[in-house]
């Protein structure tokens, strides 16, 4: 066989090589051989022996496959960090979403440090989860978390299969895909279509688990779950606030007997789990949730009714201001703009956690009086009424009031610990005295704008994702 020479000084053996291989020769064997007689004349490794290598970039079934993938929770974070960010955790974001039990939570990781293997993969999905929604919310705190970042957790919970079809829709699971929706809303906003698209797989979820799995569950998860459920539906609302509707995990003429969530310390939730810690808060945070879903519940229903009018929005209105009337002592705000008290007596007989939850609900309540208020005046406005009507300014002025004596009397950490679920809130109540100011709509005055400039102000400090924009971008 004649040799092809390269005009690029390819050796003869390898243009041998490949005129073989383009040509498909097929291999000579004689018996008892175990190497062709033309690879042997060639010098070549024999082709039966090397098969060609496919082509390509490997799919992403067989890079993620559990031959190739490291089941070791330092992927997600280096120990140290971890621990810091399920701290962080805990101490900050666990008080307005008690969906972890901390001492349970604590003993897997620990466990995992240990066995490292392919069923250690759902709960190391929510470990990456539960570092993703730490990251997005507490941007103040990142230096800490060293090279965690959004996208890396997500990737890394992607390798381990959290779309895998043939993964059973299990409470771990839901709870990771409600940790990446938060904080992919929190990263890229509440129109962020992946966020949306992360909202829906929760919803389904949450949905999925009630009507099929709630009986074969134990006490702490079928109470874990009526919590989320509630998280779920308190973003449904807020989105549908927002003007992003998203879909409905419940409709407004639905019941909840059975899906309030009681009110027990974690410690309380172990009853039946043999070999359980107690290492656990003796807080419960179930009060503020449940007076968050009865504000959610309030305004769903204002919404409810075919044909809106004066009365049903005023009525809805007395509600909601009565909706926190009833609360625990550690969860009640006493309003008194301009007055000067110490923060700490703001709240009584709470602790940082209850001080997250109470700015978490009084800014709530403020932003469902504020929406209502802004419907109000639109049916006013309907009737041809030049000026808004004197109850819906003043009541307007009532709420800008109460707001502002939120911020300026409660340190940023407390809203840190919130994510970036109220300053949407604040700023949609500054859009509308911002309309006051330019427009005249709520009987527009000097001190208006005093409130305008001191709200952008607390604005600056608050939004931390919008601190390089200009003044007048923060509303």
């Known amino acids: 066989m004649r040799c092809l020479s390269s005009e690029k000084g390819q050796s003869g053996c390898c243009c041998c090589y490949s005129f073989i291989r383009a040509n498909l020769l097929q291999c000579n064997y004689s018996a008892g051989d175990t190497i062709c007689s033309v690879c042997r004349e060639l010098g070549i490794d024999c082709t039966r022996i090397q098969p060609r290598k496919k082509r390509g970039p490997k799919n992403r079934v067989s890079a993620t496959s559990p031959q190739s993938m490291s089941y070791d929770i330092e992927m997600i974070a280096p120990l140290p960090v971890l621990h810091q960010i399920i701290e962080d955790w805990f101490g900050w974001i666990h008080p307005v979403a008690p969906i972890l039990h901390q001492s349970q939570f604590l003993d897997r990781v620990a466990q995992v440090q240990t066995t490292c293997s392919h069923s250690d993969a759902p709960f190391l999905i929510l470990v990456a989860s539960l570092c993703a929604a730490v990251v997005a919310s507490l941007r103040r705190r990142r230096s800490l978390y060293g090279a965690v970042t959004v996208d890396r957790s997500f990737d890394i919970a992607e390798r381990l299969g959290l779309w895998n079809r043939h993964r059973p829709i299990s409470l771990e699971w839901v709870l990771a895909v409600y940790n990446f929706s938060s904080a992919t809303h929190h990263e890229h906003g509440v129109g962020s279509p992946f966020a949306h698209r992360l909202s829906a797989e929760t919803t389904i979820g949450v949905s999925y688990l009630l009507h099929h799995n709630f009986q074969q569950m134990s006490l702490m998860d079928q109470q874990i779950l009526k919590r989320l459920y509630w998280l779920v539906y308190a973003c449904q609302c807020t989105c ?232 007048g971008n923060y509303i």
């Open 240 to 471: 549908d606030m927002h003007g992003w509707p998203l879909i409905v995990l419940r409709q407004a003429h639905q019941g909840i007997n059975g899906l309030i969530p009681r009110d027990i310390a974690d410690e309380d939730l172990l009853v039946g789990i043999p070999d359980a810690s107690n290492a656990t808060t003796s807080r419960s945070y179930v009060p503020g949730l449940n007076a968050l879903s009865r504000l959610f519940l309030i305004w769903q229903s204002s919404q409810s009714v075919s044909i809106q009018t004066m009365e049903h929005l005023q009525e809805s209105m007395k509600q909601a201001q009565q909706a926190l009337g009833e609360l625990p002592p550690e969860l009640k705000w006493r309003s008194r703009p301009g007055s000067p008290i110490h923060p700490g007596e703001r709240v009584i007989g709470g602790d940082f956690g209850t001080a997250v939850q109470t700015v978490n609900l009084k800014v709530t309540q403020l932003h469902i009086r504020a929406n209502l208020l802004e419907q109000m005046n639109g049916i006013a406005r309907g009737q041809n009424l030049l000026l808004t009507p004197t109850f819906i300014a003043d009541e307007m002025h009532r709420v800008v009031d109460e707001l502002l004596d939120l911020p300026y009397h409660m340190p940023n950490e407390v809203f840190d610990a919130n994510g970036y679920s109220v300053v949407p809130k604040i700023r949609d109540i500054g859009g509308a005295l911002l309309d006051e100011v330019r427009t005249g709509v709520f009987g527009a005055n000097q001190q208006a704008t005093l409130n305008l400039e001191r709200l952008l102000s607390k604005l600056q400090e608050l939004d931390v994702r919008c601190q390089d924009q200009p003044l």
